[in-house]
């Protein structure tokens, strides 16, 4: 969508429709649940009834009874950040070349949209890595369980969360009213404990 609207404004209304964002959407989530019904569908088939009845951590990885169900979804996932690897480069060299031909000879205005382009590439980023993520969940459930809860709930304030937060949080900063209202806020918030 980002690169849609900087790249091709004018047929952005066009292509970023109601409609083809319900077909996107879509094809994102019958992708993204691949892998999942592969697994799933290959430990119900497989796994004998005395399984059902243990107590054990929910992780994907207890779902893989097989080692080549391990590799499926290792393959799925490098495949997944390959391709959005490359798909988010090619977006945001072409989004630079743009902000950058639009600015012109304006070098403060360049920075801003360079700076609002890097930070929305370090949010992708940051959910590019959450890919890589059960590669070292996995790693750890076999040493020590509880480092495996602590690096999990980690990886998901670092690599799940902090992303989505991360916009808002900036914008809302660079927003002046709001800026102000949050540092009345602080100030009056100390000037209270200090009382």
Same mark, same amino acid.
């Given at each position: =969508?980002?690169?849609?609207?900087?790249?091709? %404004?004018?047929?952005?209304?066009?292509?970023?429709?109601?409609?083809?964002?319900?077909? +996107?959407?879509?094809?994102? $989530?019958?992708?993204?649940?691949? %892998?999942?019904?592969?697994?799933?569908?290959t430990f119900?088939?497989?796994?004998?009834?005395?399984? !059902?009845?243990?107590?054990?951590?929910?992780?994907?990885?207890?779902?893989?009874l097989y080692?080549?169900?391990?590799?499926?979804?290792?393959?799925?996932? =490098?495949?997944?950040?390959?391709? &959005?690897?490359?798909?988010?480069?090619?977006? !945001?060299?072409?989004? &630079?070349?743009?902000?950058?031909?639009?600015? *012109?000879?304006?070098?403060?205005?360049?920075?801003? *949209?360079?700076?609002?382009?890097?930070?929305?590439?370090?949010?992708?980023?940051? +959910?590019?890595?959450?890919?890589?993520?059960?590669?070292? =969940?996995?790693?750890?459930? $076999?040493?020590?369980?509880?480092?495996?809860?602590?690096?999990?709930?980690?990886?998901?304030?670092?690599?799940?969360?902090? %992303?989505? +937060?991360?916009?808002?949080?900036? !914008?809302?900063?660079?927003?002046?009213?709001?800026?102000?209202?949050?540092?009345? !806020? =602080?100030?009056?918030?100390?000037?209270?404990?200090?009382?």
């Open positions: =969508e980002r690169y849609v609207a900087i790249c091709m %404004p004018l047929r952005h209304s066009q292509l970023c429709s109601i409609h083809s964002t319900k077909h +996107c959407i879509l094809i994102i $989530h019958s992708l993204s649940s691949v %892998p999942c019904i592969v697994v799933l569908s119900f088939a497989s796994a004998s009834f005395s399984l !059902y009845k243990q107590y054990r951590l929910c992780a994907i990885q207890l779902f893989m080692r080549w169900q391990d590799h499926v979804i290792s393959a799925v996932q =490098e495949f997944y950040f390959l391709i &959005m690897a490359i798909i988010i480069l090619f977006s !945001y060299v072409k989004i &630079m070349k743009v902000a950058k031909a639009a600015s *012109g000879e304006d070098k403060k205005s360049s920075w801003k *949209g360079l700076r609002t382009v890097i930070l929305h590439g370090f949010q992708l980023l940051l +959910c590019l890595i959450q890919l890589w993520t059960p590669f070292i =969940e996995s790693t750890l459930l $076999h040493f020590d369980l509880m480092l495996f809860a602590y690096v999990r709930v980690s990886n998901l304030i670092l690599f799940g969360l902090t %992303p989505r +937060c991360l916009s808002p949080l900036i !914008y809302g900063l660079r927003d002046e009213t709001f800026f102000h209202a949050l540092k009345n !806020y =602080e100030f009056f918030g100390l000037y209270k404990r200090n009382v």
